[in-house]
T-cell receptor, first 114, second 111 residues
């Protein structure tokens, strides 16, 4: 597509429920990144994919967080048993194999856990 | 020590002035450096990249890099109210492709 597409744009969920966040990268971008941004805070790295492998999962905060990617296409970030501290904007970005030309970010998913 | 440090601001400048945003980073292996702009409630957008020591100009924006000092800056000339945003510094720390973002500097340009 023309840009990075994320869905849903907003998600309100009850504490303890599971949620799935979706990211569709720019066509031809083999690298895909997930970041989290809490209100008023900076971007916190979660995980990145090169194709469908995840060389770096170091930022996933706990085993409640997981992500997968199908080929060089859509990625899904899953949060199980959501907690209130999971409330944040989840940003997805994509790039060519290395970020030499920077990332392109999607518009994000705003997750609110109540 | 944080990997990427920026003054959080807010930095307030009058319209038409030069805004100077600074960033220091901890890892000497960084080769690529990026500046992103983030408007309130929006996602970051890439505005400048720089790879070599010295200055790189693009319109009203100039990025400056000094690898020996592990310092990168962004100058915005003729600042406009529409430049009011948070500016994020992001070196490629050579960690397999991920960018590490600073906390950002909030810029406010007053008419």
């Amino acid at each position: 597509g023309a840009g990075v597409s994320q869905s849903p744009s907003n998600k309100v969920t009850e504490k303890g429920k599971d949620v799935e966040l979706r990211c569709d990268p720019i066509s031809g971008h083999t690298a895909l990144y997930w970041y989290r941004q809490r209100l008023g805070q900076g971007l916190e790295f979660l995980i990145y994919f090169q194709g469908n492998s995840a060389p770096d999962k170091s930022g996933l905060p706990s085993d409640r967080f997981s992500a997968e990617r199908t080929g060089e296409s859509v990625s899904t970030l899953t949060i199980q048993r959501t907690q209130q501290e999971d409330s944040a904007v989840y940003l997805c970005a994509s790039s060519y194999p290395t970020p030499d030309y920077g990332y392109t970010f999607g518009s994000g998913t705003r997750l609110t856990v109540v | 020590q944080k990997e990427v440090e920026q003054n959080s601001g807010p930095l307030s400048v009058p319209e038409g002035a030069i805004a100077s945003l600074n960033c220091t980073y901890s890892d000497r292996v960084s080769q690529s450096f990026f500046w992103y702009r983030q408007y309130s409630g929006k996602s970051p957008e890439l505005i400048m990249s720089i790879y070599s020591n010295g200055d790189k100009e693009d319109g009203r924006f100039t990025a400056q890099l000094n690898k020996a000092s592990q310092y990168v800056s962004l100058l915005i000339r003729d600042s406009q109210p529409s430049d009011s945003a948070t500016y994020l510094c992001a070196p490629d720390m050579g960690q397999g492709g991920k960018l590490i973002f600073g906390q950002g500097t909030e810029l406010s340009v007053k008419p």
